[in-house]
């Protein structure tokens, strides 16, 4: 990802106007406490059950989450919390989901009191 999506200079200038990046590596340091992290969390757990499963979620897929600032809710979505594999983390993909996740805060925040 780094050397495709996370490298073009569209995506570093919209990420670095809009967003606190965070790097995690969930194979190391598995999947961070934050409420919002549940679902994601129960999925890389049912997926690390065989070995099998466990060698394909750790080694082909790679994936954004998006949080709210008190990190309660996702607000990127996609059916996985890892949509990409290695070679496919294209950056005209990355900026649509990044530019939908603004729009989605946006309308949210719109709605708040």
Do not use: C, H
């Amino acid at each position: 990802m780094r050397g495709q999506a996370l490298s073009d200079e569209t995506v570093i200038e919209l990420i670095n106007a809009n967003f606190v990046p965070v790097w995690v590596d969930t194979t190391r340091n598995g999947i961070p406490p934050a409420p919002a992290f549940q679902d994601v969390s129960e999925w890389f757990e049912k997926t690390k059950s065989s070995f099998a499963t466990e060698w394909i979620a750790t080694s082909f897929y790679l994936g954004s989450v998006v949080l709210t600032p008190d990190g309660t809710e996702r607000i990127n979505q996609s059916k996985l919390p890892w949509p990409w594999t290695y070679k496919e983390a294209k950056a005209e993909d990355y900026l649509e989901m990044l530019q939908g996740t603004l729009q989605r805060r946006t309308r949210s925040s719109d709605r708040r009191p």
